[in-house]
């Protein structure tokens, strides 16, 4: 059986969901500073149904069929208020396709798809972000046009010791 992409619809929410816990295991499993509410994760299905409601949001699923879905792409419009131009960008929030599935183009497909309806909007520049210990992603998204823009740093703040600040 062949793998239709289509919009998501609110059948898709459970297997939706599932991929979703997937791809949170798989970041939280690559680089220990990963760390997600898994109570929300749990939730998926409940943020997913306004997700698919929303009209600056679009959800792609490649379909195997009989309600299995192998892969999903989510995509919205975010605003920039730091001044950048242009104010409003396309943004890939989630792209995953189950590991069987990767390089026979169906990511292609979905983000060809994205790419119209970024257009549609009038969106002239699409970004994301990828965890940059997840080389195999970051590979993908070179392979599929995206360059570096911008690197985000991260700092973990440890709890101040008491007794140890000048005047103590």
Excluded: C
Excluded at 37 to 65: Q, S, Y
């Amino acid at each position: 059986m062949g793998v239709q992409v289509r919009p998501a619809v609110d059948n898709d929410i459970p297997e939706l969901a599932r991929m979703v816990g997937e791809m949170a295991a798989y970041h939280e499993s690559i680089d220990d500073r990963v760390r997600f509410d898994w109570k929300e994760i749990r939730a998926a299905g409940r943020w997913l149904k306004l997700v698919l409601e929303r009209d600056h949001h679009a959800v792609w699923v490649a379909d195997h069929g009989e309600g299995i879905l192998v892969g999903y792409l989510w995509v919205h419009l975010r605003r920039l208020r730091e001044g950048y131009q242009p104010p409003v960008v396309g943004y890939i929030s989630h792209a995953f396709l189950e590991e069987h599935w990767r390089g026979k183009g169906l990511m292609r497909q979905m983000l060809d798809i994205a790419y119209d309806w970024f257009r549609a909007k009038g969106m002239t520049v699409v970004t994301l972000g990828v965890n940059h210990r997840n080389w195999p992603g970051s590979a993908a998204w070179y392979k599929l046009g995206f360059q570096d823009w911008s690197h985000e740093r991260r700092l973990e703040l440890k709890p101040k010791v008491r007794g140890n600040e000048p005047g103590f």
